[in-house]
């Protein structure tokens, strides 16, 4: 598996653009890159997914450059409510018979007012 | 919206007393999973479980653990001789297909576990 490096923590205020970006240096050709967020006391859930180039959605988007070492998580406008930990996995679920997730430690995000 | 609901929410229990965490994940989900996080700490995989086996475990599931799908709905998770270092918030998850690339992982809201 893939292993991920992301930054511990990030600070930014309420509705600002937060970009968060995680190196995996060696990431396999079927490896895709999810994004999961936590908050305290809750599972984590799902935020996006993405093979390469952009994908967006509503919460989200996701940038991975033709090489796809890195990936960033952009959150468009931040509230309050997106204080969380935010984890970049990387895996596939047909290369070596994958099927699970392996959590890093995250980036602690702290949105201030 | 269909979710993964785990009970108990929280349990204490006695060093040495045995301990059975339920979940109920998605109805059309085909996969499950238990992951813990103790306080503080990162989320660790403990095991999978497909098609009424393990199709893989962690180094932390040792033989304390054990999971079973007892009837069409259920995933319980069994730890049988609980130790002070169990204690933990326990994530039941499930998806559809296999995960990462072919579709999310959906995690319950956690049962914690105090084990004094």
């Known amino acids: 598996l893939a292993k991920t490096t992301q930054p511990i923590s990030m600070d930014s205020y309420e509705g600002q653009e937060v970009n968060i970006t995680c190196s995996h240096n060696?990431?396999?050709?079927?490896?895709?890159i999810t994004w999961y967020q936590q908050f305290p006391s809750q599972g984590p859930r799902f935020i996006i997914q993405?093979?390469?180039t952009k994908v967006t959605n509503e919460v989200a988007s996701l940038f991975i450059p033709a090489d796809r070492k890195s990936s960033t998580l952009s959150l468009p406008r931040v509230s309050l409510s997106d204080t969380a930990v935010y984890y970049c996995l990387v895996g596939g679920a047909f290369s070596g018979g994958y099927n699970k997730l392996i959590f890093g430690a995250g980036t602690r995000l702290a949105v201030h007012p | 919206e269909p979710e993964v609901t785990q009970t108990p929410s929280h349990q204490v229990t006695q060093m040495g007393q045995e301990v059975i965490l339920r979940c109920v994940p998605i109805s059309n989900h085909l996969y499950f999973y238990w992951y813990r996080q103790i306080l503080g700490q990162k989320v660790e995989f403990l095991v999978s479980f497909y098609n009424n086996e393990i199709s893989e475990k962690s180094e932390i599931f040792d033989d304390q653990f054990s999971v079973e799908r007892p009837d069409g709905s259920n995933f319980t998770l069994k730890i049988r001789s609980t130790k002070l270092e169990d204690s933990a918030m326990y994530f039941c998850a499930s998806s559809v297909g296999r995960t990462v690339n072919t579709g999310e992982l959906f995690f319950g809201e956690g049962s914690r576990l105090t084990v004094l």
């Open positions: 060696n990431i396999a050709t079927n490896d895709y």
């Open positions: 993405g093979y390469k």
